[in-house]
Structure formats: C-alpha cells, structure tokens
C-alpha cells in the first residue's frame, strides 16, 4: 500500500531540486544559442525533468524502479538530440562530444538496465522510497538534476553560439575521455566475467583493474567527464565556468553520497572480518589507478 509520510517535505525537496537545475542551466548556459528567449541550455534542462516526471507516473503506479536507470540514459539522450538539433549547424568540437555523451549513456543505461535485471529487476537503494510516492518523486527529481549538472559542459559546447576551432584543449579533453571510458568499460566487463564465473561466489573482486582501484569504474567516470570539461575550456566566459560543477559533482556523488560509502558499507558487512579482504583494502588505491602497495 502506497504511504505518503513526510510529503510535504518531500514536495519541498522536489520544488527545490528544480529551481536548482533550471537555474543552473539557466546560468551556465546563457552566453548559448537562444530560442525564443530561451537559451538552448534551459530548453534541455526542462525537458529532463518533463521526461523523468512522465516516466514517474507508471513507476509510481507500479511501485517499481525497474526503467530508473533507463529513463537516465533516456533523459541524456532526449537532451542531446535536442540541443544538436537547436544548435545546427554544428562544429567538428561539438559533433565529437555529443557523440561522446551518446555513447557513453547508451553504454551505461543499458549495462546499468541488464544489471537489475539480472537480480530480478530489484534495486534496493529504492525498497523504502518506492512505496512513497513523493519521495519517490524525489528520486526522478533529482535524476533529471543529476543528469543536467553532469552533461553541463557538453551542453555548453553543442549550444556554444560562437564556434572555437579544435586546439590543444580538444585533444588533451578527448584523450582524457578516451580513457576514462575505456577504464569504466574495461572495470565493468572484468568484474561482470568475475561474478559470472561460479568459482567466484561469496568473493570480492581483486583482479585486473580492480587490483589497481577498489573502485576503478568510478574513477572512470570522473575522468571522462573531466575530459569534456577540458574540451569545453575555450568556450567558457562569465557563468558558463559552472560547468567545473560537472566532475565536482560526479566525484562528491560517488565518493560521499550514493557510490563509494554505499559499496564499502556492504563489503564490510560481507567481508569485514576476513583477513584477506582487509589485506585487499590496504594495498589497493580507494579510487585512482595506483600499482597495489607491495
């Protein structure tokens, strides 16, 4: 049965998170591309949370989480579209990271979707709040705000109103892109073949990147985004630096709020008292790739 405890504070957190990512795009975007005294940036900014609000209602119905990951990947790509098609015509700079994004969302949505539904399509970050309809709310909420903050640079580059031809900055960017996802990639496909192998049961993961990194596809994600940032760089002035938010917030997320404090809690609780795990956690970097201390 569905409740509705703390719904007031709940809509107020809803209410908040929305002033705070349209104004954010707002800001960041306003030396952008405007449509009809919209800037190209605010347009997408509505749309995420349009998309991530429609998605809610079936979601709320059903009391499942089951599409969240997807409707992210969803709202990343509805975004782009959008503004690559707002912005025409495009730049090489502009074409390149759109295409970063696009890959890089369908790549995540889709392995991030198959994971929950490998487990039953049951994310338990969600068994207390989808029950709650506002609180749940919540959640869609602050995926559209997450998703806004996150692509902040590559929207400020698809809808850049004057064009910058490719310099240093792009290619030191897309090279620090490149492997960031190549290391997200590369950790997630390790640790999938890891659990898949039935030998495996019961065990923590050490091998590969993973014996560099305790979390090296987070370290990945940083990275990547910090790339587009980098790209980002000669076209920034005034406002438009907030998209320095960008990696900020993805590192303040992962390794303090919903990633790396979240994993580690459940690993210890697993593995807390066996000595090889402790001997795992001491010798291997919690976040960047580092050579595991002898």
Same mark, same amino acid.
């Given at each position: ?10 809509? &107020? +957190?809803v209410a908040f *998170?929305?002033? /705070?990512?349209?104004?954010? !795009? ?6 952008? @591309? ?80 198959n994971r929950i ?29 997450? &998703? +806004?903050?996150?692509? *902040?640079?590559? /929207?400020?580059?698809?809808? !850049? ?6 310099? @240093? ?108 795990y402790q001997a ?15």
């Open positions: 049965m569905a409740s509705y405890k703390n719904a007031p504070r709940s809509i &107020a +957190i *998170a929305t002033l /705070l990512g349209v104004g954010f !795009a707002w800001l960041a975007g306003s030396n952008g @591309i405007q449509h009809s005294g919209l800037t190209v940036f605010a347009i997408c900014a509505a749309l995420a949370f349009v998309v991530n609000w429609l998605a809610f209602v079936p979601a709320a119905i059903a009391q499942t989480e089951k599409y969240y990951d997807l409707i992210g990947a969803v709202t990343y790509i509805s975004m782009l579209v959008t503004a690559c098609v707002l912005s025409a015509p495009l730049d090489i700079r502009a074409i390149v990271v759109a295409a970063m994004v696009a890959v890089w969302s369908l790549r995540l949505g889709t392995f991030l979707y539904h490998s487990v039953g399509g049951i994310d338990q970050r969600f068994d207390a709040i989808k029950v709650n309809p506002p609180r749940f709310l919540v959640a869609w909420t602050l995926q559209a705000v997450w &998703a +806004i903050i996150t692509a *902040a640079a590559a /929207l400020v580059i698809i809808s !850049a109103a004057d064009r910058v031809p490719l310099d @240093i900055f792009f290619w030191i960017g897309s090279a620090v892109w490149v492997f960031g996802f190549a290391v997200e990639v590369i950790a997630d496909r390790q640790k999938g073949a890891f659990r898949a192998n039935p030998d495996n049961a019961g065990k923590f993961i050490d091998e590969g990147l993973w014996s560099w990194s305790q979390h090296p596809n987070y370290f990945g994600e940083i990275t990547l985004w910090t790339g587009i940032v980098i790209i980002a760089f000669p076209l920034l002035s005034g406002w438009s630096f907030l998209v320095f938010a960008s990696p900020l917030f993805i590192t303040l997320l992962l390794t303090k709020i919903s990633g790396i404090n979240m994993l580690d809690a459940a690993a210890a609780k697993r593995w807390g008292d066996d000595e090889e795992y956690r001491e010798r291997t970097s919690k976040l960047l790739l580092w050579p595991p201390q002898p």
